[in-house]
């Protein structure tokens, strides 16, 4: 995996050791996949899709700004899953949409590449619960940091006056 990626994304330990976490959520195997050969979603796009599952974070109100890391440190592992989940659902959602066709003979219809309404159905889950997530994660964020975790904070008046809170 490790080569797949060099020098296309930017790696570090913790991201290496995500992308098998998001594909065993997603089942995505080549001894589970019945109807492909191998796997579904490659490794770099998983990647890819880590880092867009951040940007979004980072893109929707209030807006922020956390590296994948910090979002770990956070203990935000689920939401960044799921996010993930949904870039990776919306791109595979998008390429059955394109490749879809309806054939037909003889009285037989088939349908080829026809589960956008079945991945659509994902999607609406996934993003409810990911945009409801994401803002009770940055409101959790903010009263953090008005609160001083992470040496931020606001001071109260008394600060201004005394300069410190410590008794002597």
Known sequence: MAGELQGVIPLSPAMLAFVPVVRGYMRD???LNR???GQETGDRFIAGAV???VARFNG????TSY?????LAYNQHHLLLRMTVQTVLESVGLLQTRNHINYSNGGINVGVNDKTPLIQSWLQLYAAYNDQMIT??????NIGGILGVGNVGVHSEYWAINA???SY
Request: charged fraction near 20%; hydrophobic fraction near 55%.
């Open 51 to 53: 880092l867009e599952a």
């Open 164 to 166: 410190t809170y410590m």
């Open 35 to 37: 109807l492909i050969a």
């Open 136 to 141: 009770r994660t940055k409101v959790a964020l």
């Open 60 to 63: 929707t109100p209030h807006f």
């Open 67 to 71: 590296a994948f890391e910090d979002l």
């Open 29 to 31: 195997m080549a001894e």
